[in-house]
Structure formats: C-alpha cells, structure tokens
C-alpha cells in the first residue's frame, strides 16, 4: 500500500451551530492527484484550511505528512504549497520581487534566491515578464505565477483550490498540462474543484462532498459503476420504422432499455460497449444508419445523477 | 513517568519561534513604505512645516542669542503669528503619518487576496503582525528622526551655535517621545484593520478617535470633573478635587500625554506637570531651569504611559488577530 500523505479521521469543523465538515475520513496516497469536487459551500475550503493548520478543527485528527498541522504548523507549510482560490500578489512588485518575498518567508538561503526564482519562473513559462509588474498579469499569468510561487519552496505535496476558476479554456488546458508535470515529479496533489471536465480529466481518484460531508470516493469508472449503474449508452440517429428498430433492438443480448427519443434518436441503455451489435441489428432490421454516439462516462453525468438522487430521496 | 511529562510538554508547545520570518516581514514593509506615493506626500507635508516653522522661529529667536542657555530647544517651541511652533504642528501631522502608514495593513492584504497565501508561508500569525506593526514603526521612526536632524542642521546654520549636550538630550528624548507617541496611533490603526474589511473604514474610524481625543475628550474630562466633584461651597479643597480629577481624566488622551512630555522636556523651567501650591514653592527659585534628569523624573510617568499605550493597543489587535477567520 503507498503511503499516505494525508490522513483525517472524523475531521469535523463547527462555525456555531452551522457545521462545515462533518466526520470527515479523507486518505490521500503518495504521488497521486485527488480531487475534492461539490457545490460551493460544501466545506472544500474550510477541509483544506484546517489541512494547512490555518483552521483549527472542532474534533476529529488531521495528518499531513505524518504531522499534525496544529502542532507542528511551520513543518507543514515548508512543505505543503497551497494556491488559494482567486490568488493574489502585490500588484506594485514585479514577479521576481514577489516571489523573492515568498522565498525569504521560507527561509530560502540568499545565495540559491536567484537560481531558485528563475527556475521556477522558467517552468511556468513566465521567464520573458519576470521583470514586470505583476499588476500588468493576466489572469492565466496570476495563475501560472501562483504555481512558481508554490513551487519554490519545493513542495511534497500542493493543495490547490479552484485553480482553474476564471480562466478561458486555452488557459486552462495550459494550466492542467503543468500540473500533470507536477504528478510526474512525484508531488501530491489535491485539487478543489467544482469544474467537472478539468477535474476528470487530471484526477486520479475523486471525493464528492455534500453538505460537508464526503458522500463518494473513487476513480472516475468506480464512481459511474456506482452511481449510474454501469449503464453504458447508445445513441442512434436512424431512418425508417423507429418502433420496429426498436423492437429488434431489445432482442439483442446486454440491451437493459430502448428509448425512442424525437423524430430520429434512438437511446439504447446497454451493459457493456455493444456498439458492433447494435449497428447489425439496425442494418439487418431493413433501417438506415445515419449516426451512432457512444456516451462516455462523464463526471457530469455522475454529478447531477447523484445529486438529483440525493434531491429527490429528501423530498420523499 | 518523567518521559511521560517530556511528552506532554514537547506536545503542547508550538512548533519553533514565533518570529520565524519576522526580518522578512519587516524588512518588505519598510521598503513597501519608504517607496510608496502616500509616503512621499507625507515627506513633503512634514518637510514643509519643519522648514516654515523653523524658520519663522529662526527669524525672532536670533534677536536674543546669547540671552537663552536653551535657544535650540526654543527652535521647537517658538510661534510667531500666524504660523504655530513646530511642537503644535506634531501634534496633530505625527497621528495623520502614524494612521497612513497603518490603516490598511492587514486588511489590504486580505482585500489583495495575498493574506492566505502569506499564512501558507511557514510562519505564525504573531511574525505577520508585528512584522507589519515594526515595519511602520521604524519607517516613522527614520522619519522623524531625519526631520530632527534637518531642524538642528537648520539650527546651526540660523543660529550660528552649537547646541549644548543637555539640548541635545532633552531634544532627544523628545523624539523618543514623538517616535512612541506615533507608535500608539499607529497600534490603533493596525487593530482596526484587523477589524474592518474596508480600509476606508478604519481610516475613518481611527481619524475619529483621533479627533474625539482632539477635540472632545477636553471638554468632556472637564463636564465629568464637574459631575462627579461638584463645587458646592467654595472651599478651596473642592475646587481643587475639582480640577485635579480633570487633569486625570485628561491624561487619559495621549494628545495630553504627549503634550506635557513635550513641555516638560522642551521647556527646562517647568517645575511641575501638576498642580503646585504655594507651600509647595517655597526655596524654589521661579523661573530656574531644573536639570536634565529632573525633567526626566517630572515626566517619566507621561513617557512610561505613551509606551504602555502602545504594548497595549498592539496587544489587543494581537489577540484579534489570532482569533480571525482567515477565510472571506
């Protein structure tokens, strides 16, 4: 089994009555990217904040590198990078000098300043502006800016919250090309996300919260397996006798459902990928194939079934 | 057993010093200060009024050189219509730099979003604030101390005279003075910008305090004197209670520290801060100055309470601080 770089047992955080975090059980492994999705306001925030020592938990215990935060804060954050939702820097400084104010918190000797900065700088492309004001930044650059910051302080794990909230799509991918870098150097990293796509396309495992509470943890195919079924669907776009198709279609072995969908859509709720079979059939039945989709399994799709579910079950 | 109690103590200890990152802190703030706009235009207010005012003092002192073993000390304290002296200037420009330089400190960094990112750093909360507390502190300490040295630079070439060694200590411990009576202003708007999320808010809120020790807190130390030690009789005894409880009361406003350190220490012939009865006066040659550590003793309770003012003012932004949700 690998080695856990974060480890919270019944985490529970309380603001008065209102609680945040609820008996929170989280194990992150060495080397991997997890990420925590849900709505906004189901405690990802307040987990990571109280991850970093920044918040003190109400019970529950927290290990972060084998260390409690609220112990031992100055050991985790030299070794935890955190990139806050929105990050800022001193508009007024350039990055260089930003970044030079992050170095010296770390207690980075003065002779490797230098070396270290452009290093970083030149990992997130952002050598050729090093020496401008960051207020002159785009949003991407911020961003990118935020990740050299974090990475100076040579992290063994980085917590990043919303990191690609804001940003237009190129920047995004461009952002997510770097942190699956990251992964490759072996770095941990939790990702906070409620940005489905960007999350499934880089997470290795993910938690889905609720209410503060951890309602679902797995990889993506775990989660669909769970949540959806393992219905895998067909979508076909045919010419021809729509209720004949469909009849021969339910014939075919591993078909669970047909739906006929308007004019043309056929929706075929299948097992497993039988995509061949059903192009037979419909051939064979005397109809015209224009068009068949398979849908992959989406996070989105894994989100908004469990989430109607969860709606639904309360308003029984 | 002894493992035992090791164990509890190295658990309930926090982890290395508070100020791990303190220089660093200190050191961006100066630089950030020392550069900034709003700093420039203070520099040039200030110099602006040392220069008239010394000046002004400059042009009716140096008819009677040589009749005063204190003149460069007169350079402070000398008004000549319609400009007031220099001293009457610091009263109210000291608070006015003290609250620019912090009124935005911690809540700026929170409105920049650079807050949390700076808590992620491996250091505490303490380092953060006294880091910022000290960065100003010292900023205005350069301040004033580069006006003090412009004025007597100015004061040798008007006067033609070196100041003698108790001038320069008296003068000295007045900046002392200056530099801590500051230090509470500045303390005062660090602890409302750890409780104010808009900075225009504290800087209204501490300009208001500012002003309610100006201007109000006089005349109501006078009506409570009046309320609480009437004047019912005429006896002498109740007139003075009278008074005396105002004095007090009064000395609750720094401005009032603040001001009686300055005359103690500018003006070597005051004998008392207080009230003084004839009996007391008796042997007394009036209008001798006192010596140098007399004036010290005369006004060590004013210096001790400009001091404790502002370990106490920095203390209670401390306790707030630590206690702040971090998140918006």
Known sequence: MAELVIETHDLTKKYGDFTAVDRLNLSVRAGEIFGLLGPNGAGKTTTILMLLGLTEPTSGSVRVLGMDPARRPLSVKARVGYMPDLIGFYDELTAIENLAYTAKLNGIPRGELNSRIQ??????????VANQRVGTYSRGMR???????????????IIMDEPTQGLDPEGAREFLKIILTLKDEGITILLASHLLHQVQATCDRVGLFREGRMVLVGSVPELARQVLGGAYRIYLEVDGSRQELAGSLRRLPGVVNVITRDDRILEVEAEKDIRPDVAGSVVSAGGRLLRLDAETQSLDDIYSRYFQEVEHGAAN | MAQQIEQTRTKAAREGSPWTGLWAVVLKEMADHLTSARMRILEILIVLTAGGTIYTALQSLRENIGQDRFIFLRLFTTARDPIPAFVGFLLFLVPLISIALAFDAINGEFNRRTLSRLLAQPIYRDALLLGKFLGAFFTQAIVLTAIWLLIIGLGLIGLGLPPNVEEVGRSFLFLLATIFYGGIWLALALTFSITFRQPATAALASIAVWLFFTVFWEILADLLAQVVRPVRIGFPQEILAQAQLAQTLGRFSPNTLYAETMV???????RSLGFLLPSQLQGAIIGAPLPLGQSIILTWPQLTGLIAATILLFALGYVLFQRQEIRA
């Open chain 1, 143 to 157: 961003q990118r800016l935020g990740v050299a910051d974090v990475l100076l302080k040579r992290p063994q794990l």
């Open chain 2, 264 to 270: 103690a220490l500018l003006q070597p012939s005051v």
């Open chain 1, 119 to 128: 290093d970083v700088l030149e990992r997130v492309g952002l050598s050729h």
